[in-house]
């Protein structure tokens, strides 16, 4: 099946053709080898970036330093590659010297404190550091920065991403992931978000970047106290495959945290609702055609782009909390906790075939071909298409995309459990609040791989390690990271 | 490296100015420190962030700091530290928003994909039009999510129409551009005036003639139709909904594969708790596999389809000038000749149809409506149809 132009051409569907005429070459044909990921290359590719570093024309990306360490430190992650401790800590210098004064982290050394690019240096140090003195853990002025945080908070529930800079759930996202791994949410911290959230929904049913409050006088007082309107509260921008990945991760952390919330006082409106059916759709029809090698696209009517291989395709895994998805949790026996999941060897108990009972809800042979046949670059790295160049940013969206592609990873109900029942409580702290810590801890920490669940296009040759669908992290960067914060285990 | 001394068009570094030799440079990085993945600079930008970083140190916010952030930007305009010091220099220096403004003209054209430039825009305009006017009686109350203390003196504010007509031109270089929608939403949204509201949906229809595919332009539409409250001129509720559904039918029929025009389909109904079901007659003959025949069309096949490019062209000049000579149900448009039919969008809708009505058979035909799509018409979404019928069998997941 090729372009669908209705005898109607548009610029939109020229672009497509184009793209389509350009796809197809890259599919191999059937009485010849398929290309395997080139891991070599890849690995060539990410050292060089590490030591050499970038060329002038990467000035653009001067502002998002600990994002092209990031980008590069976990990609060797998927990969399966640890680096020297030389290296490591030449990464926990380079990120730690980005920590501004007045706490967040700056793009670079001296920059303004910006959500995004803490996020980054966090995940970077969630790779790569450790506790203890230059291990970078400990040297994260964490009170600093949750009242950096706090001051970004808007009276609608969202977050600017800097000060006197835009509100965006990119920014939401990675607020509350940087809390979440750090042991920094509060109910105070997100109150109204989920709402936010949920607001950002379009009638297409993926999210938007943002949406538009209004107030009105509640005219109780004589204070211009204000009440945020329900509706309309309209989505600025549409939906996006980028933004509607970090929506929906948020919500996965916020939503098991709004009982506690609203018990507590602090809310007291009704619970905020997004709409699933809707949602799976959109995510589902963001996949492009066989003429497309079954790759992601972010808006309707856009191209395929390998980086929605992971803000779309990698939304899927976090389908099951929202209880779509036919395999539930608890019947999956072959699930080995969370303790005792090592970064995984040459285990046998994968088959090299392709497995018929794939129920996931996207085609993920389709994925991962684009990924192998139309992303990888011959001399390394990946791309969005052919026949760009590579990039550290697509090289890892595309890698995790792969990741999610081949692995299921889901909450283990079992697991959860587990963790709560071995919850060890901070001296002093109030219970309610002990309960939201244990609770943050317990949902974030519960994410398994799937033991036998991993489907290999190709074959297991292909294989890299599966990532936490919300954190973009390996499993054990996550579980090694969080026990220290919140001092478990 | 280039070497900056071989073009004379260069202002000279900041390190090589008199004016600038109070100002202690500050270096990105200690001397001892090995950082990895380093970027290379070229030395115009090392000197100007080096010379920001100084300055960000002593805290000085004075006229020259707006022309080291100029120099910045204008290399990286993604630099968001040089905008935000940027922008409380131009407050602390109560300087010309106006003037502002107007030099972010030529930035957003030249730095359409950068969010600050838009981001700058929006705290600018959110001061020169401060406090907002009051809105109709039917609109919201708008406020702002900040609230700077600036006063602008000197120029009175530009209105706010230009704003929109200069985003307007901005779309007509990059149709798609997410910001550039983002933020002409933005405008409309916060100081929600009439006026501004009142040209949106013969703009969103001149975008929608250019490129009937363009899904932010949808988006758009719906923004302004339904997700922004009632506005005065649109309080017949049922009246718009009949216009949009024609509307949406109409640009469904010239490109039936269009996935926006579906979803802004969809999108009408569901806002509207209208039932999929009353589009029925409409959606059938774009499951069919080749445009059912109606009175003014063709009977044979073939020759309709001889006739189709050719004939085209004069055949929409013909429904321009009488439309109720060539369309037979203006309720239900037919699909135009050269359609790729059936529309694998059509049969989804159908199938949502049946599912919607509910009764046994009703499902049976939706499930037969989902496996032509999982085994021929939309194969790469097997799953996800196989998850329909699943879920239509057996409800109680
Ligand atoms: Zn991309």
Redesign the interface.
């Known amino acids: 099946?090729t372009c669908?132009?209705?005898?109607?051409p548009?610029?939109?569907?020229k672009e497509q053709a184009r793209v389509e005429e350009i796809l197809l070459q890259h599919r191999p044909p059937n009485d010849q080898p398929k290309p395997h990921l080139q891991r070599p290359e890849h690995l060539n590719y990410l050292l060089r970036?590490?030591?050499q570093?970038?060329?002038?024309r990467?000035?653009?990306?001067?502002?998002?330093?600990t994002w092209?360490?990031y980008w590069?430190l976990h990609s060797f992650s998927l990969l399966g590659v640890a680096l020297d401790p030389e290296?490591k800590q030449?990464?926990i210098?380079?990120i730690m010297?980005c920590q501004h004064p007045d706490g967040g982290f700056?793009?670079?050394?001296?920059?303004?404190p910006?959500v995004l690019p803490t996020y980054a240096a966090i995940s970077a140090l969630a790779s790569v550091g450790r506790a203890g003195p230059g291990g970078g853990w400990d040297q994260i002025d964490r009170l600093k920065l949750y009242k950096f945080f706090l001051s970004l908070k808007?009276?609608?529930g969202s977050f600017l991403v800097?000060?006197?800079?835009?509100?965006?759930v990119r920014g939401t996202y990675c607020l509350l992931c940087v809390a979440a791994l750090l042991n920094l949410i509060t109910p105070e911290l997100i109150k109204g978000t989920a709402e936010f959230i949920a607001s950002l929904q379009?009638?297409?049913g993926g999210f938007?970047?943002?949406s538009?409050?209004?107030?009105?006088p509640d005219g109780s007082g004589e204070e211009e106290e204000?009440v945020l309107?329900k509706?309309?509260r309209?989505?600025?921008?549409?939906?996006?495959g980028g933004y509607t990945f970090c929506a929906l991760a948020s919500w996965v952390m916020l939503h098991p945290l709004l009982p506690l919330l609203s018990s507590s006082g602090t809310s007291s409106e009704q619970q905020p609702t997004i709409n699933t059916r809707?949602l799976?759709r959109w995510l589902?029809?963001m996949?492009?055609?066989?003429a497309e090698l079954?790759g992601f696209r972010g808006?309707?009517?856009?191209l395929v782009d390998a980086c929605y291989s992971w803000w779309v395709g990698g939304a899927f895994n976090l389908l099951r909390p929202l209880?779509v998805g036919?395999r539930s949790a608890t019947s999956v026996p072959t699930t080995s906790p969370p303790t005792t999941t090592p970064p995984k060897g040459e285990g046998k108990e994968e088959e090299d075939a392709w497995t018929d009972d794939?129920?996931?809800?996207?085609?993920r042979a389709?994925l991962q071909e684009y990924i192998l046949y139309a992303a990888q670059h011959k001399a390394g790295g990946l791309r969005d298409k052919p026949p760009k160049i590579a990039d550290s940013y697509h090289t890892l969206y595309s890698l995790a995309g792969l990741a999610s592609a081949q692995h299921n990873v889901f909450q283990v109900d079992e697991t959860k459990e587990k963790l709560r029942a071995a919850w060890k409580p901070k001296e002093g702290d109030d219970p309610a609040l002990d309960e939201f810590h244990k609770t943050v801890f317990a949902e974030a920490r519960a994410w398994t791989e799937e033991v036998g669940g991993s489907n290999y296009v190709n074959g297991k040759v292909d294989r890299v390690n599966a990532t936490h669908p919300i954190f973009n992290l390996t499993i054990t960067h996550v579980r090694l990271i969080m026990n220290h914060f919140y001092a478990q285990e | 490296m280039s070497s900056r001394t071989s073009s004379p068009d260069f202002p000279p570094l900041y390190a090589e100015r008199p004016e600038w030799s109070d100002v202690v440079p500050i270096p990105q990085n200690d001397e001892d420190a090995n950082p990895i993945a380093p970027i290379f600079y070229t030395p115009e930008y090392k000197d100007a962030t080096d010379y920001f970083r100084g300055i960000v140190k002593t805290g000085e916010k004075s006229k020259r700091v707006l022309e080291l952030t100029e120099s910045i930007i204008r290399l990286n305009p993604a630099h968001y530290s040089a905008w935000q010091y940027r922008y409380q220099t131009l407050l602390s220096t109560s300087s010309s928003l106006s003037d502002e403004l107007t030099l972010m003209d030529t930035y957003a054209t030249e730095f359409l994909k950068t969010y600050q430039v838009w981001h700058h825009r929006r705290l600018l305009l959110t001061l020169l039009h401060q406090p907002p006017s009051s809105p109709s009686p039917s609109s919201p109350t708008p406020t702002t999510t900040t609230s700077p203390t600036h006063t602008p003196t000197t120029t009175p504010p530009l209105p706010l129409q230009a704003e929109l007509t200069f985003i307007t031109s901005a779309l007509r270089t990059d149709a798609k551009n997410y910001h550039t929608w983002a933020y002409r939403q933005w405008v409309l949204s916060h100081f929600s005036r009439p006026e501004l509201w009142s040209g949106e949906i013969s703009f969103v229809e001149s975008m929608l003639d250019e490129d009937v595919r363009n899904n932010s332009a949808w988006h758009h539409r719906f923004f302004v139709v339904f997700a922004s409250g009632v506005r005065e001129g649109d309080e017949d509720r049922e009246e718009v909904r009949r216009r949009e559904l024609a509307y949406t039918k109409e640009k469904i029929a010239l490109a039936p594969n269009n996935g926006s025009a579906w979803n802004y389909l969809r999108g009408i109904l569901t806002h509207t708790h209208t039932p999929f079901a009353t589009q029925a007659d409409f959606v059938l003959p774009y499951t069919l596999p080749y445009p059912s025949p109606s009175q003014t069309e063709p009977l044979d096949k073939d020759v309709d389809v001889k006739m189709t490019d050719e004939d085209k062209d004069t055949d929409k000049d013909e429904k321009n000038s009488s439309p109720e000579n060539t369309v037979v149900d203006l309720e239900n448009p037919r699909p135009e000749a050269g359609a790729d039919l059936p529309s694998p969008l059509a049969i989804e809708f159908m199938a949502d149809i049946y599912e919607e009505r509910g009764g046994k058979e009703d499902v049976l035909s939706a499930v037969e409506l989902w496996k032509s799509l999982r085994d021929e018409h939309d194969t790469i979404r097997k799953n996800y149809w196989e998850f329909r019928i699943n879920d239509a069998l057996h409800p109680s997941r």
């Open positions: 099946m669908r132009t209705d005898s109607f548009t610029a939109t569907s970036n590490l030591r570093g970038f060329p002038e990467f000035i653009s990306q001067d502002c998002s330093q092209l360490v590069t290296t030449r990464a210098d380079t010297a700056g793009g670079g050394p001296g920059q303004a910006h808007q009276r609608d800097a000060h006197h800079s835009e509100v965006d379009t009638y297409e938007a970047s943002a538009q409050p209004y107030f009105s204000e309107l509706e309309p309209p989505a600025l921008g549409e939906a996006h809707n799976v589902v029809q996949q492009g055609s066989e079954g808006r309707t009517n856009k209880g036919t794939d129920e996931s809800l996207f085609n389709g």
